[in-house]
């Protein structure tokens, strides 16, 4: 469990920060220039905060008041930078061991073949790093990282420098990094489609404050929150599960807890975990059960709240088994169909969007 | 003709012991001073920069009589090492390899400046959240990344200490077996009468050195140039 609480003076802003991260991915998410590389700086060692704490796991790194400030080499923190920073003058190989060896055996956490075959890079261990593609020098500079057993990795864009097709080859490794090797992760990004698929906790950081913290399908589900995360639109972002496959229609059939969703067929096993985004404009509202219409995803729900927006729409929201869901319709539907807190009505979802499908508990070793 | 004489032989050893013993004895410093130049910014850097680089505008001369004047035997540092070591570099190969280093200096210290410069720091965070403290991160990160500049750095040092002769002269003299290198020899041997012959050959024996010193470089460079790449 890493707690930063820190306080400095940056240029043009004062950065204040107060944050926990705990195990899973923790995404610091905000606009570039909101002081998110300089806040993992300081937990890194690598910059010096004027006022503040931080402490992982009982062991302070730094406290200006008890005039502590561990060296970056002695905080044990891995650190992925923005550019992958591999040695030149270092084969692979000694790229990889280069923080491994400086840990003793007792303390090393996680397994060099282990690491080397989850990135799939095996057959680059004797080629030089100037060699490789942008993103084997990724997947590098990953598993060096992670080899000097740390007790928390930090990730700043670490797929920033990389197209889109790199990153969708280096993404699914960052995946699975957390949950095999049970490192908590802290990962910095001003990209949506990255935190959607990555994080369980989400910061939102704007001018060097932290502007909203909790699990990720809360924060982004707060209309409030909104102009932050860079969401035009409201919407829903829900857990769930694979139910089964279809293949016959080529659908997926989801369970969560207010009931099922069919989605377009999707590769993630059944009882895998997956998250789900619903924007509020696809989802449509009727006070009697609907029969005979096109859309396949009904569900059964109690309005909670019904809040007028200032472009005459109406922002619903909606309980469906513990679960919430928005609903964005126009004044005029609102004004016809009555809607009232308290009552029971039928959300017919046109559009669900599976935003992280493929982050599944597998075996070790397998992929 | 190809049978070098004892003369000979005895100035090109005193040359090779001068030179090596200079660049080698310097460059310990020259890292030191060349990361001081390239990575730290404090008042009065620039009159540190042009104390280095002093010794490439003065007349070596002026360089040998300073050094006569503070460590000569009755020079201001000159003789305290005489009277608690019983210890003098003057009119020694010992002097001559000193005078030779400070002449080298600005020209060691130059491209291992440049090469420090060009290092990514990025590199060196890296190391230090990776487990290395500062010094180690030099030896196993900067060190290496240096090392052409390392290279050239040495190589001019050890090319301008071969031809050195104003300051060595004025400073330790030209004593046969102590302190007549090459270009001294050469001198005296241009000073006597039907000394051309002899004259020519030294001359030949530089050329020679100085073309083995410049290929050995390039063979290096480029072996660190491949590995790099490879």
Redesign the interface.
């Known amino acids: 469990m890493l707690t930063v609480c820190v306080r400095s003076r940056l240029g043009s802003f004062q950065l204040d920060a107060t944050l926990n991260a705990g195990s899973g991915v923790t995404a610091l998410f905000g606009p570039s220039g909101s002081g998110k590389t300089s806040l993992i700086n300081m937990v ?3 910059c010096r905060p004027d006022e503040g704490r931080i402490v992982i796991d009982d062991r302070v790194l730094f406290d200006a008041k008890a005039g502590i400030d561990v ?9 992925v ?1 923005q ?1 992958p ?1 591999l ?3 270092l084969s692979v190989r000694s790229n990889l061991k ?2 491994w060896n ?2 003793s055996v007792a303390e090393r956490t996680v397994d060099f073949a282990a690491v080397v075959e989850m990135l799939g890079i095996d057959h680059l261990l004797d ?2 790093p ?2 490789l593609s942008g993103g084997e020098k990724s997947r590098v500079a990953i598993g ?2 992670l080899l ?1 057993s740390p007790r928390i990795l930090l990730m700043d864009e670490p797929l920033a420098s990389l197209d889109s097709s790199r990153k969708a080859e280096v993404l699914p490794f960052v995946a699975d990094l957390a949950k095999r090797f049970a490192i908590p992760i802290l990962y910095v990004s001003h990209a949506m489609d990255e935190v959607l698929r990555l994080a369980d906790t989400l910061v939102l950081m704007a001018e060097g404050q932290i502007a909203a913290a909790g699990p990720t399908e809360e924060i982004l589900s707060r209309g409030d929150l909104c102009p932050l995360t860079g969401h035009g639109e409201v919407g829903t972002v829900l857990s769930a599960s694979v139910d089964h496959h279809d293949d016959e229609n080529g659908v997926t059939a989801l369970s969560f807890s207010g009931g099922t969703l069919l989605v377009g067929r999707i590769d993630s096993p059944p009882g895998a975990a997956v998250r789900l985004r619903i924007h509020a404009r696809d989802v449509a509202l009727a006070t009697e059960p609907p029969r005979q219409v096109s859309i396949r995803n009904i569900l059964a729900v109690r309005i909670v709240s019904v809040t007028t927006t200032l472009d005459r729409q109406v922002e619903i929201k909606l309980d469906c088994g513990g679960a919430v869901i928005r609903s964005q319709i126009t004044a005029l539907a609102q004004s016809h169909l009555r809607l009232t807190p308290g009552m029971q009505a039928f959300a017919l979802l046109e559009a669900v969007t599976v935003a992280r499908g493929d982050i599944v508990d597998r075996p070790a070793g397998h992929r | 003709m190809l049978t070098l004489t004892p003369l000979e032989i005895e100035a090109l050893r005193l040359s090779l012991l001068v030179s090596c013993c200079a660049v080698v004895g310097s460059l310990p410093l020259g890292i030191v001073c060349a990361w001081i130049l390239a990575r730290l910014d404090f008042p009065g850097k620039g009159l540190f920069d042009g104390i280095i680089h002093l010794p490439l505008v003065l007349p070596p001369v002026v360089v040998g009589y300073f050094l006569l004047v503070v460590l000569g035997r009755r020079g201001v540092i000159g003789s305290l090492l005489l009277h608690w070591f019983d210890f003098s570099l003057a009119f020694t190969w010992k002097g001559a390899a000193i005078a030779s280093a400070v002449i080298a200096f600005p020209l060691m210290v130059r491209p291992v400046r440049l090469s420090l410069e060009g290092v990514d720091p990025g590199l060196e965070q890296a190391a230090r959240t990776l487990g290395c403290g500062p010094l180690r991160t030099f030896l196993t990160v900067t060190l290496p990344l240096i090392a052409p500049g390392l290279l050239t750095g040495l190589i001019l040092g050890f090319a301008r200490s071969l031809s050195e002769f104003g300051a060595t002269i004025t400073f330790v003299s030209n004593i046969p077996g102590e302190t007549r290198t090459l270009p001294i020899a050469l001198y005296s041997l241009t000073q006597v009468p039907g000394g051309d012959e002899a004259a020519l050959r030294l001359c030949l024996i530089s050329v020679a050195l100085a073309f083995a010193a410049l290929l050995a470089v390039d063979i290096l460079a480029r072996r660190i140039q491949a590995r790099m790449k490879a």
């Open positions: 890194a060692g690598l060296p970056p080499e002695q905080r044990r923190l891995g650190y930078f550019e920073r040695f030149p003058h280069f923080g400086r840990v080629r030089r100037a060699g060096r990282a000097a």
